[in-house]
């Protein structure tokens, strides 16, 4: 099945203590993206991968690392969380048509 | 900066009746629009896309026209269905990489 996962569902850490969300895609999409969902602010856009080893920052980058070391794999690193990075997080996998898969979110808790 | 913008947070509409959501983008330079719907606890899913050389596309039950003059797109869902309740999010890539959300219109369908 063609899909996006993200690990792990739920999260509850504690500020300064990094952590690491994964995403995976089994379609061989180039372009692989992480969102952070908020109330009444949509999705804004954290960083972005166009293909392996190149990686963009989007709209709200601060605070947020990634790595695209392999094709299906696009990790979200939070070094040292704080609580206004308490949110629910989306990774998404689109090919040549632009049209985005999500995965199923990462709800973080920062206390 | 630039932004995408929808006119309601929600709407509310009967069962079997047409339901039309608005959207406005500000950045002219966009060149690729989708609709995605997000249904409670789960990921956006498309459901629709128009590239901007179109004013009009049509899907099953759902129609998005564009109007670049006023930069302004719609979704029309034909004959709304309770499975039809859910957020929807209208979005514009520019280049194709950097994509921009607006805040969602929760769609209620009254039986």
């Known amino acids: 099945e063609a899909q996006v996962t993200q690990n792990p569902r739920y999260l509850i850490t504690v500020t300064g203590k990094k952590l690491t969300v994964t995403c995976s895609q089994n379609?061989?999409?180039?372009?692989m993206s992480w969102y952070r969902q908020d109330p009444g602010l949509g999705l804004r856009q954290i960083y972005y991968s166009m293909n392996v080893e190149v990686t963009d920052k989007g709209d709200v980058p601060e605070g947020y690392k990634v790595s695209r070391k392999e094709k299906r794999n696009f990790p979200l690193i939070l070094e040292s969380p704080s609580p206004n990075q308490t949110s629910l997080y989306f990774c998404?996998?689109?090919?040549?048509?632009?049209?985005?898969?999500f995965g199923p979110g990462t709800r973080l808790t920062v206390l | 900066g630039e932004s995408v913008g929808l006119h309601l947070p929600t709407l509310s509409v009967q069962e079997g009746d047409n339901s039309i959501i608005n959207c406005a983008y500000s950045?002219?330079?966009?060149?690729?629009f989708i609709w995605y719907k997000q249904e409670s606890g789960k990921g956006p899913q498309f459901i629709i896309d128009i590239r901007s050389n179109m004013d009009k596309r049509q899907g099953q039950r759902v129609t998005v026209l564009l109007n670049k003059t006023v930069k302004h797109l719609s979704l029309q869902i034909a004959a709304t269905q309770p499975g039809d309740s859910a957020v929807y999010f209208c979005?514009?890539?520019?280049?194709?990489?950097?994509?921009?959300f607006g805040a969602g219109t929760r769609l209620f369908v009254k039986a």
């Open positions: 379609m061989n999409h180039e372009y």
């Open positions: 950045n002219s330079a966009s060149d690729y």
């Open positions: 998404a996998s689109s090919g040549q048509g632009n049209e985005q898969f």
């Open positions: 979005a514009s890539n520019t280049g194709g990489f950097k994509t921009i």
